[in-house]
């Protein structure tokens, strides 16, 4: 399939770089709108928004990070743990500026399952309803998000 320059240019910014090492799209070969839009779907099917999920997962991420690096309990069988990091890392999309890199697991203790949340990430929900490709360190399913921190 022949890409479009403008296809080709997200593809890039979505890809490795200096400031996201592997980048935003994991191992998924599927373009960044092919991604977004199977997720809004499985969100629809939730019975829920982007916006609503951000919301938990901001939540999550902001209780952590308030226990300056102490495993908190978001709610029972699922705990959060903040990690601070050093420097800023660029959204894919331009115009919407730089994020701390710190991050919090969120963890539940049933299956061992984690989520990944950044800042980064949870803006990447609320403005464009992109929850990174499959295979990305820091993808986060719509039905888990729901399940850890919903």
Do not use: W
């Amino acid at each position: 399939m022949k890409l479009s320059p403008e296809e080709q240019e997200q593809v890039k910014l979505f890809g490795p770089s200096k400031f996201s090492a592997d980048g935003f799209l994991g191992n998924d070969t599927r373009l960044p709108h092919e991604i977004i839009t199977e997720d809004e779907e499985t969100v629809v099917t939730l019975e829920t928004t982007c916006e609503k999920i951000a919301d938990f997962l901001e939540s999550s991420f902001n209780k952590a990070e308030a226990a300056f690096g102490d495993t908190i309990e978001i709610k029972p069988g699922v705990s959060a743990t903040y990690f601070e990091a050093r420097g800023k890392i660029p959204s894919p999309y331009r115009g919407d500026g730089v994020f701390q890199k710190g991050e919090t697991i969120v963890t539940d203790s049933a299956s061992g399952n984690t989520i990944v949340l950044t800042r980064l990430g949870i803006n990447l929900i609320r403005k464009h309803h992109f929850f990174q490709g499959h295979g990305s360190r820091y993808r986060i399913d719509p039905k888990r998000a729901l399940a850890y921190c919903g």
